[in-house]
């Protein structure tokens, strides 16, 4: 079974300390929640609070996920996701979502425990060493791929709000969040590279097999939560997907696609960002009155 070899474990352990030493969880009595205009900043970036408070919230979801699908997993995989961006992620939905209590709106629902029958299958399967790594490589794709999605979303809503003049909520809300989300990647990134050089020829196959099957935008589970991620999209400006994918999957696709050449983007990227885009517009003609 590929371990994390030497050099890599004390990269990655110099990385996770160092995330942890730098960026502790943000406090809430450090953040400045005035807002100049309620309403507008309600009307026009709500919905993107509360989807993106929602994801951040089901980080403990996500932890079970992970216990789950890979019940022995490296050491410092462990550290990072249990010690650092577990503490670090609810923060930033704790934020998030006192933010739009603070315009006036309901606090977001997260789902904080439900572990779905496929995840609990491949875990089952995962007790299998070299299958645990195919799910090991697929964790670290999809922490990649949402970091990477995280970050061009706060930069979004960054400007955004910077530009409507609210400057509490962009300098002391977004921005400290948004400072954080990188590292994640950095660790994602590591990863992938030292474990996707370790992996069996039928190992690749199977995680390009499962990843074009699986791959999903960051949250979104279900037709509803795709439509009210096409509406983030929509809202900040991200509709011109293709160029937001590339960035999303820039590492993905250098190491699961670098054989096919001139593939900017892989096709299970771009399908699964065009039909939340879709579903959004869909849901919004349906509620146009006649």
Not at 171 to 184: D, F, L, N, S, W
Not at 188 to 202: D, F, H, I, T, V
Not at 217 to 241: K, N, Y
Request: one cysteine or more.
């Amino acid at each position: 079974m590929p371990r994390v070899t030497r050099g890599l474990e004390r990269r990655l352990a110099d990385h996770v300390a160092r995330l942890a030493d730098e960026h502790p969880p943000l406090r809430l009595d450090d953040v400045d929640f005035t807002v100049v205009d309620p309403v507008a900043l309600g009307r026009r970036y709500g919905h993107v609070l509360d989807y993106m408070a929602r994801v951040e919230l089901e980080v403990d979801r996500n932890v079970l996920e992970l216990t789950t699908l890979l019940p022995d997993p490296p050491e410092v995989d462990r550290w990072f996701y249990a010690d650092v961006w577990q503490p670090q992620e609810i923060q930033h939905g704790r934020i998030l979502d006192q933010l739009q209590v603070e315009l006036g709106r309901s606090p977001t629902t997260p789902d904080t425990d439900t572990v779905s029958l496929k995840l609990r299958l491949l875990g089952a399967l995962a007790h299998l060493p070299a299958f645990q790594d195919v799910c090991r490589m697929l964790y670290y794709l999809t922490g990649m791929s949402t970091e990477r999605q995280a970050v061009l979303a706060y930069n979004k809503l960054h400007d955004g709000t910077a530009a409507m003049g609210e400057r509490a909520v962009a300098q002391t809300v977004v921005a400290p969040i948004k400072r954080q989300e990188p590292g994640h990647f950095v660790f994602y990134q590591l990863s992938a590279r030292g474990l996707w050089e370790q992996l069996a020829g039928w190992q690749r196959w199977l995680v390009r097999r499962m990843r074009t099957i699986s791959y999903g935008p960051v949250g979104a589970s279900s037709d509803e939560q795709r439509a009210d991620f096409g509406d983030v999209m929509i809202t900040l400006g991200m509709t011109a997907d293709e160029e937001m994918a590339a960035k999303a999957v820039r590492v993905e696709r250098e190491l699961l696609w670098a054989h096919r050449q001139g593939m900017d983007v892989p096709p299970y990227v771009l399908k699964a960002f065009h039909r939340a885009v879709d579903l959004a517009r869909q849901r919004a003609e349906r509620s146009v009155p006649d």
